[in-house]
Every structure is written in structure tokens, then in C-alpha cells.
């Protein structure tokens, strides 16, 4: 019995905490369900390519593969 109604307290708690971590710096990009933090990436006709992390300028296409990490030599230089 005491199984059940745990079992019923933890279902009705869980609200699923959306999370959707940058793979490159570990940032959290959910914002909310219909919007993420991530940047969009236009090629040279306008369309949307793909994303930028407003974190750490990663680049990604729509199947999230990595198109280009900024190298961190160049932030050392600036800093
Ligand atoms: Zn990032």
C-alpha cells in the first residue's frame, strides 16, 4: 500500500525538467518548450543552416554534429 501511494506522489511530481546542454561548454540552451537559447546560422541565401551556441560559438547543423568549435588559442590571445 505504502508502495502505491509513493509511487503516485513521485508520478504526480514529475514534470519532466527539459535539458538540452550544449555537447561543446556544457551550457544549459532550453529555454522554453518551443524555444532554445541556440543561435541560428544562415548560409548566404538567408536560410537556416544550422545553430551557434551564444555560449561558446560552436557551430552545429540540425543533426547536431559539430561543424566548427572555436579554437581556444584565440580566446587566450585575447585575454
Ligand atoms: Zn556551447
Given amino acids: 500500500m505504502e508502495?502505491?501511494?509513493?509511487?503516485?506522489?513521485?508520478?504526480?511530481?514529475k514534470v519532466k525538467?527539459?535539458?538540452?546542454p550544449c555537447i561543446v561548454c556544457d551550457k544549459e540552451l532550453y529555454l522554453d518548450e518551443e524555444y532554445s537559447k541556440r543561435a541560428g546560422l544562415l548560409d548566404d541565401n538567408e536560410e537556416c543552416i544550422g545553430w551557434v551556441c551564444p555560449y561558446c560559438?560552436?557551430?552545429?547543423?540540425?543533426?547536431?554534429?559539430?561543424?566548427y568549435i572555436m579554437?581556444?588559442?584565440?580566446?587566450?590571445?585575447?585575454?
Fill in 17 to 20: 525538467k527539459p535539458s538540452d
Fill in 71 to 79: 579554437p581556444m588559442d584565440v580566446c587566450r590571445g585575447i585575454t
Fill in 57 to 67: 560559438n560552436s557551430e552545429f547543423d540540425f543533426k547536431n554534429r559539430l561543424t
Fill in 3 to 13: 508502495k502505491k501511494q509513493n509511487l503516485l506522489h513521485t508520478q504526480k511530481k
